[in-house]
């Protein structure tokens, strides 16, 4: 079966530090798809990044950036020089390749992350 | 492009009622799931239409159904309300080129927040 461990519940820090989400997952596949999705107050999930099984480069976005890991599971994310604005929850999901499974994601419990002024 | 509209945005009913919620995907997107998020539970897949076919359900009560019509729009029903079924119900609208192929991006809508009195 899948599941997505997001083992911080909360994390709290002040503006401009660094910061990494962690996300462990689980599934039997060996293609599958992993995501991050951002929920600020206003309820709405915003996609941020799509990974595939195969694709293990890093990559980087601005602020962001990603560290897939396929030996240890793990699809950890680092928002650098963080701000304000990137308080939110932050919620990674995983997804099977194809078939029953195509289109649902399997989320974990998410990060509320808090940058202080 | 317009984005994924979900109405009502907010829902108050009491139990043993039943309620409709419905969900417009992005032009040309035609798969739509729905999902729903709870305090304690988290993010549930609930289930996945494509081409006006249930694909995939989540594991939820027959209370919690669906359907989709011909121009991809949405509609989820849950019949009987609990307490237990206050929650955000989030829809997702997704570009499929392969019907079961995952991997593609789901935009999601703002949700519905449903409170059961």
């Known amino acids: 079966a899948q599941k997505v461990t997001q083992a911080q519940t909360e994390i709290s820090v002040v503006e401009k530090e660094d910061v990494t989400l962690d996300c462990v997952y689980e599934t039997r596949d060996t293609t599958y798809y992993l995501f991050w999705y951002k929920q600020p107050p206003s309820g709405e999930l915003v996609f941020l990044i799509r990974?595939?099984?195969?694709?293990?480069q890093n990559e980087i976005s601005g602020r962001y950036s990603w560290n897939f890991q396929k030996s240890t599971s793990s699809f950890n994310f680092t928002i650098t020089a963080s701000q304000v604005v990137d308080s939110a929850v932050y919620f990674c999901?995983?997804?099977?390749?194809?078939?029953?499974?195509?289109?649902?994601?399997?989320f974990g419990q998410g990060t509320r992350l808090t940058i202080n002024p | 492009k317009a984005g994924v509209t979900q109405t009502p945005r907010y829902l108050i009913k009491t139990r043993g009622q039943q309620v409709t919620l419905s969900c417009s995907p992005i032009?040309?997107?035609?798969?739509v799931s729905w999902y729903q998020q709870t305090p304690g539970q988290g993010l549930q897949f609930l289930f996945e239409y494509f081409s006006e076919t249930q694909r995939n359900k989540g594991n939820f009560p027959g209370r919690f159904s669906g359907r989709q019509f011909s121009n991809s729009r949405s509609e989820m029903n849950v019949s009987t309300l609990e307490l237990g079924d206050s929650a955000l119900y989030l829809c997702a609208s997704s570009l499929l080129s392969e019907p079961r192929l995952a991997g593609n991006e789901q935009f999601f809508g703002p949700g519905t927040r449903l409170t059961v009195l």
């Open positions: 032009s040309g997107h035609r798969s």
């Open positions: 990974r595939n099984s195969f694709d293990e």
């Open positions: 999901a995983l997804s099977e390749e194809y078939g029953e499974g195509a289109q649902k994601l399997v």
